[in-house]
Structure formats: structure tokens, C-alpha cells
């Protein structure tokens, strides 16, 4: 193994979280160790959430209202969690589940639909790391889903695939099993009748204080499951009540039935281990891994019985290849990484309202949005294409963009604090007589995290120190250079192609 | 006999269905490949410029060309809002329709010849919904079923097969970009513009308290890009980077060294926003952009439209003008064309606001030099309609064939899944 054991922490937290400070990878993450690290970043009830944290988005005057919801009070509300969440990974996996699951407001789009969405998005931050079987589960029943799908049109005697289709292409068995024996089109089609009938009940909210750190409302509350809804409901007489025969067996299943026979039936049930453990490595690790890593992640998978703790566990202590050269700052952040983590890494509490771009195009050239990720608004139902695709010329300026609005954010203001210049370099140790190397070095540490190489290097430390007229002239950490050029400075390496990876 | 050209083929074909033949649905990706080949030796496309105008919300288009044939029925069924006749401009020496005063700004361009009315645009089973019909209007796919595909802009596909993918600005969404820019292989930047019709954000913008660090902080990145990065992986992230700087450059010299004797109204974002298009395409030659996208919004007059949709009409017809005599005076009219398009038209009757609720079929106007003036397609009727709304006659994706195929250069069929003939509107 060729990198060190703090390159390897400092990496395990870029991957498993947003990125840490290299004080705090120093003084408390090796201190405590790997073991404990992770168990940490997996085991995160135990770790005591921000109590800053509110609980709902704010949808007017401090208040939670989920009629009043709109795209913008929502967005922010995740952004700013994912900005200062003491359990990052379930940040990262709620990202994940909203790429997978990949639902949009573009469709989600009937009258208060957006409530569907926060919905989607609670259940999918209750079950982040819980069983996949739970998770899937809960997306059988998820409104948004329901609509996104159009599983609300699955009706007896004349069935709408979409969902069916998509529960095994995209959510379990992947595409390539369908050339390997791992479903049929008849496959699809008898499971299809399963969920007839699951559809959402209109006119039913989930009450207000339905919160991420509170019980979930059950979702079923809102859509109508057969055979749990009065024989008279139109659910009911919607739903096909006669056998199914999918993957050979012949049943009258139900669409949890239907969960259950994929992660139970083999080959069904390796197909899908190996399908989400090798999308969990791709997410974490890096792209087209070995036959040998998918084989051990998924043979942990049904071990555990699809308990998503027990693979990334295994994933970020037994996984060799995770810390391997081929993983370590491979992967393009997505814009939504890319803002979270410059937050966190520079200790700011930025206003998140707008960040998202209220429409797709949007006038703002700064959104995430302009750069290729509005969060609720994935292009299509296989989520973002991500890796180069997040790299256009305007999506690299809105990077750029925001990241000068980053950096040149001054505000004290609670809830919209820019970023403060002393607390940041008093992480990094630098004093009033600190050099532009020192200060160069600590903000490529800090933002970059591996080395730069010599020549651009100096780049840095010349830009530092030049004065107006472009002269190198002395340099002094004084409040002035504080407040333009080590700004500056943040705003040149988060411009970085480097800093674009991580 | 030399082998044909595929816009000989095409129009071939055209005179096929023409005579009442229904061809086959072409196979795309055997069409694809010859097809790009043989227009590289054809003329069609080169250095033409389609700007496409989006009035978001739904233009009331018998508000827009008032169908003075049918006058009587007209004024009844709009008792609040019905323009008055003797304000309506003759149009074309119609009999049959005008336009409204509040586009007279237009009326010139449209005397000239210079202006396509297509009346009654639209496709079947219409959906009232602003977002599914821009949609479908986007995507140029009406099938309501369709998702992944459907969710691809009709010019992002002809981009994909057509365009430039190895230039940034080949095609540039003011603003931001629309879903018609999008598709897999197409290449699409978004360029807000401000007051003075300048690319704000489509550069690398600086701390604005600190002007004077500008050049140190620019000179160092462009100074760090030159330098090799170590893994393959960065390289490409750094190429984009590039190409952003030098792109926002080009851009950022087209928008200089732009000067004109044109005033635009002041002021206003959608004149602005064309002001920015003018810099841009006198720029072309280097700039190489096809494709220019603008929206201006406010069309949804549910309310109000009496005094609302007039200022609407004067803000287009006045930007629009503006920005035709610009590109007369900078000599590319000749290269440019011009699209209006509206998710919808809106219902014949009028409502209890003084407005007008959300309607189907409704007119799509082509402007430039190369366009032969007149009316395409025929009045919508007043009285046979459905649900209160106009029935279309004129398919929408026959305007994009014809655009298509006779402006942008390229292959109608492969790029609409489906042959929708031409309408004859280019010259």
C-alpha cells in the first residue's frame, strides 16, 4: 500500500463523508484510528447531531408548512444538512438513493407534488443505511415513485409496466442480467400486476410534525395498498388478485412480493447483491471494478442479508481496493459534493436558498443547476450521468463562479456566514508571520489535499505576493492580505481542475 | 449521374408523400451514418444561425393575428378582450387576418416579405399543461408515453448528429440553456446576459471589492492550465478548463469589439438579451455557434390581458426589430433565421378576469431574409372546435422539418423519428 496512513484517512473522509481539515485528520481521526473512524461514520445514531439543525424546511417566517413548500425552501434545507451534519455518510447516502431512485419534480410535477419529493427524500435518509430490503420496500409505496412511474395507472386487465421494469433494470438486477438469465419480459410483465392497484390515495398529508429525527409517518398513509386497503376501495378493485408467475415461481404475489422474491430467489438474489455492491464501490471508490471486488462486496451483501451497515463497513475497512492508487482521487465531484464539501472544509454557513436554481436554466450562472446537478430535477429515471459529463465549459465557469462567491463571502450574519478568515487559518496554524509558502501550502492541504507540483506551486506563493501592478512585493499576513489574497487564493484552488476531484 | 445528396434525397421523398404516398418510418442509425458524410459535402447549414424565441406561458395567438373573417364570432366570444377591428394592421393583404398593433414594429419586416405566419400549430390529443406541452414542444416528441428519449431536445439530437461537439458555444442558451438545447453528444452553453447585453457569468468572474487583483488572479490561472497535471484523469477536467477560459475569451472579445449604430430599448431584459445574441453571432466566423435559444416570459394571461399582453407584444416587437436592423447593419441578416414559438394558444372565449385561460392550436412566426413572407397552413375556425379550443391542422414538427432540413442542414427524419414534410417557408 503506497500511500500513507494519513492520506488514506484524509481519503477515507472525502469518500465516506464530504472531507475533513487536516488538523482534524490529525488530532482526533488517526488518533482514534480506522476502526473507530468508521464505526463513526456508519454507526451514525450514535453520534449526536447538530441540534442547530432544523428539523423541516422553513417555509416562511421560521414555519413548516408542506403546502407552502416550494423547490428552493426545500433544496436549501438539504443543503444546509449536508453542509453541517456531524453524520456525514448519511448525507452521502441520501445523495446516493437520490441518484438511484432518481426521481424528478419535472413529472412530480400535480399540484403540491413537491411534498412528494420531501417525503422520498425523509425516507430515503431513514433507510440511508438501513436494509435494502426496508429501502425497496419503502419505494414500492413512495408517492413520489408511485407518480414517477406511473404505477398510479396500474390497473387490472391492463397493467403499466413502468415501474415493474424499472424495479429490476435499474433498483436491483441491472440491465446485463437481463441478458444473463436474470429476468425475462414475461418477467416484468407478470410482475407488473402485482402492482396494480398501488396508487396514491389524494387528499391524505402526512401531519407537520413528521420530522428526519422523529418517527416516520408510515408512507402507506398515503397510497393505497392492496390487499391492506377495504376490499371496496377502488385500490382493491384495481388490483389483480389472481397468480403471477415471475422467475418460475407462480403465486398471487403482491408488490412486496415481489421485493422479497428478488433478494431471496437466486439467481435473482446475486444478481442483485452484486448489482447495488458494485454500485456502492463505484460510488465510493471508483469506476469498473475488478470482478473480484464485486464478487467479495456482494458475498458480504447476502451474508448479511442486504444490511447496507455491514457492506460499507466492509467496504471501508476489509476492501483493499478502496485504498488503493486506482481509487484514491479518481473521481469527478458531483456540484453538489463540490459546493457541500468547499462549506465545510472553509467553516462557512452559506445562505443555501437559491444555490439550487429555482427552474432548470435559471438566470443564475452560479447555481447547481447551471452546473449540471439540480438536486429534484434529474435529468431521467437513471439519475445523473455524472464522472466527465459534469465537465462543460459553463459548468466549470458556474463552479468557478460560486466559488468566488465562496470566497468572497464577508457575511457575519447567523445562518449566512461567509467564511471567517481567522477561525480558517487558526485551524491551520498560520500566525501574522506566516510566509505566502506556508500559507500556500496550507490552503493546498486544506482544499486540494495532495500535493500540487512544485511549479504551480510557486504560482500560488507569486500570486500571493504580487501587488496590484502584478510585482512581487513583500508579503505580510495582515488583515488586508487576509481579506483580498488569501480570499483569492480559495478562490484559485477551488477553481483547480485538481480540486474538482477527489 | 453523380449519387444524390441527402437533401436531395429528402426532397424526393417529400415529392413522394407529397403525392399522397406514406413513407416508412426511415431506420435512424443506417440513415446516421451515411448521412453525415453527404452533408458535409452539401452547402445547407453553413454558417447559418437559427435563434429560437420561446414566449413562456402561452401567447394568446388570436390576440397575436386577430382573424378578421370571422370578426363577429371573434368580438362575441371576447367580449372583454377582442382587439378592436379597425385597430388590427393589415397583414399580406389578407382579407381573412391581421395583426395586432401592439407587434407594428414587426409590420415592416412582414411587408418586406420577411415574415412567416404558420397558423394553427400544433400537435394531437393537446395537453394544457405548461410544462407537458413545453415538453413536448421541447423534445418534439408528442407521445406522451415516451420518457428517456422524450426528456432529449429536438436540437440537442440534430447537435448530437450535426453540430460541433468539439465547440463550447455550438450551441448557446441565453440565460440559461433549454431542454431543446439538450441531448447526449451535444454540446451547450448557457450565457446570461446583463443590462448592456454582456456575457455576465460566462467568464472567470473575480472578487469585485478587489478589481485591481483581477489580472493576478486570471494570469495565475491561466498560468497553472499551461502546466501538465500528473493523472489522466485531472487532464481532462484541465482541457475543459481550457476550452471555458478560451471560450469565455472569445466571448468576451465578440462582446468588445461589438459596436453599433442600433439602439435597443433600454432597460429590458429580453432586448438585452438579444443585444447579446447580435454581439455574439457578428462574432461567428469564430465563434462558430448554429444555434441561439431566448425566452421571455409573461404570456400566461389568465387575468388582466388587456393591459398585460399589449406591453408583452411591444417588448418583443420592439427587441425583435432592434435586433433585425443589427444584424442588417453588421451584414448577417442574410445568415440568420428566426423562430417564435408558444406552448400553447389560448381558449377562443375569453374569461371573467379580462383574460384568457389555457388553450391548444396557435400561430408560429418565422422571421428573416431568407424566409418567404406570407401565411402557411389556414385560419383556424372559430366555431368547430373542441372543448372550446382550436383544432391544429399544421403538425409542429413539419416547422422543425423544414428548419431543419432547409436551414440548420441536416437529417429531419433522424433527428424527429419520423417524416413530417416540409412546409416551404425558406427560400
Redesign the interface.
Known sequence: MSASAFDRMAHLLRRAGFGARPDEISNVYLKQGFEATVEQLVNYEQVAEDSSLPAQPDTGGGNFDITQLDLDDFSAWWLDRMIRTKRPLQERMVLFWHDHFATSVSKVNVPNGLKYLYWQNLLERQYATGNFRDLLKGINRDPAMLWWLDNYLNIKGSPNENYARELMEIFTLGFDASQAGGYTEADVQQAARAFTGWGIRRGVDVPAENAPNGPLTDPAQTVDIPPNTPNTSRASQNHDYTNKTVYGVTQNFNGDDIVDLILDHEPQRTFAAKMIGKKLFEYFAYENPEPEVVDHLAAVIKRTNFDLKAVLRDLFLNTKAFYSDRAIYSLIKSPAYYVVSAARLLQASIQTRGINGGNRGNNSTATLGAMGQQLFNPPDVFGWPGGNEWSTTAQMLARANWANNLATNRSTTAGNTGIPIDTVLAAGSLGSNATAEQVADYFISLLIQVPLSPSMRQVLVDYLKKNDAGVISTFTLDTATKNKKVRGLIHLLLTRPECQNF | MSKPTRREFIKTSMGAMGAGLTLPVLNRTAMGTTLVKQIADDAVGQGNILVIVELAGGNDGLNTIVPLQQYDIYASLRTRIAIAKDQVLPLFGSTTMGLTPNLSALKPLADAGKMAVIQAVHYPTPNL?H?SSR?IYYSGIPDPSV??IG?TGWIGRHSALFGNASN?LDTV?I?????TL?A?GA??????ADAQGNA???????????A??R???V???R???A?????P??????T??T??FN??DLVAQATAAYTSTVTYPANESFAAGLKLIAKLATATPTLGTRVYYISLGGFDTHANQVTDQPLLHQRVAAGLKAFYDDLVAHGIADKTLIMIWSEFGRRVADNASDGSDHGTANNLYVLGNKVKGGVYGSDPSLTDLTAGNLKFKVDFRQVYSTIIQDWLGGDPVAVLSGNFGNLGFIL
Open positions: 399543461s410544462d415538453t420518457s428517456a426528456r463550447s442558451g440565460g440559461g440553456v433549454s431542454p439538450y447526449s454540446t451547450v452553453s448557457g450565457i446570461g455576465a457569468g460566462y467568464q472567470f468572474s473575480t472578487d469585485p471589492q478587489f485591481g487583483d489580472n493576478n488572479q494570469a495565475a490561472a498560468a497553472m492550465d502546466l501538465t497535471s500528473s493523472k484523469y485531472i487532464d481532462f477536467v484541465e475543459t478548463e476550452a471555458a471560450s469565455s
